[in-house]
């Protein structure tokens, strides 16, 4: 028999991880010294050991492992298993592919335009979120402020705030009036009124770009998210919405900042939560 020392020279196993995998029952060494506590290993637990070596270089938790060396689990089970590391590692190639893409068009617009994009593009998965809001037709973007000065008066006497945001339906070219619906985010939901509707948004996959400045430059914002999405392959599924970070005064608009997002859904390789 080897000593742990040997045994870990002859695996190329740390004498840590040998010690761990006895503690977790994973790999039992032949003999323990009942006086010192010192463990010795046959050479024949070398085929377990190096199938524990391969199935965690397939993915598989240390756990799983385990379950699987029991040689007790139906083969159905197995297969299972098997299948779930197999699209895992499918998913993980899927990203990594496209942090390449994302690497490559960052270089490429460094090299043609000799500095690095005004815009990021990420991917969130938004979760629901109550809001109050009210809809009407808009003859200009800039009347949207006065939907959310009337929500604020109502929600001030309901003794609560939030976020300001803005959902845009329609917008000018397509119709004759801009279809805007004017949020304002809440903890938790409030009564509505005949003009406040209260109501919970549905979670979704969105494609956000950060502006800050004026809504003067905001269009740049606008055209790189849309590029960005067509690029990758992906499909606007609803109106784009924007949340306000905060809104500078007209004496210091440009510290104003807007998240844009477009509800998507994503290419049918995308598993991605992030692109640049």
């Not at 400045?213 to 609803?238: F, K, L, M, N, P």
Request: hydrophobic share 35%.
């Amino acid at each position: 028999m080897l000593t742990i020392g040997a045994f870990s020279q002859m695996s190329h196993v740390s004498i840590k991880a040998l010690r761990f995998y006895d503690e977790i029952g994973l790999l039992k060494p032949t003999h323990v010294d009942g006086d010192n506590g010192y463990r010795y290993y046959a050479a024949s637990l070398l085929p377990r050991l190096n199938r524990i070596l391969f199935l965690k270089d397939l993915g598989f938790s240390l756990d799983e492992i385990g379950k699987l060396l029991k040689g007790d689990l139906p083969l159905s089970s197995v297969r299972r298993m098997l299948r779930q590391q197999l699209k895992a590692r499918e998913r993980k190639i899927c990203d990594e592919q496209r942090r390449l893409a994302r690497v490559k068009t960052w270089l490429t617009q460094l090299e043609h335009a000799g500095r690095l994009p005004d815009y990021e593009i990420t991917i969130k998965q938004v979760a629901p979120r109550w809001v109050a809001s009210m809809r009407n037709p808009l003859d200009s973007y800039a009347d949207a402020g006065h939907l959310l000065a009337e929500l604020d008066g109502y929600l001030r006497r309901q003794g609560t705030s939030g976020q300001h945001g803005a959902i845009w339906h329609a917008c000018t070219g397509r119709e004759q009036k801009i279809d805007c619906e004017a949020l304002v985010f809440l903890r938790e939901p409030v009564p509505g009124s005949q003009r406040v509707r209260v109501y919970e948004l549905p979670a979704s996959s969105m494609a956000a770009v950060i502006h800050q400045g004026s809504d003067e430059t905001c269009a740049r914002a606008y055209q790189a998210a849309r590029s960005w999405i067509e690029s990758q392959g992906h499909a606007v599924v609803g109106p784009n919405r924007e949340l306000y970070w905060h809104e500078g005064r007209e004496a210091d608009a440009d510290s104003s900042v807007t998240e844009i997002q477009f509800p998507i859904i994503a290419s049918p390789t995308d598993a991605s939560e992030s692109a640049n």
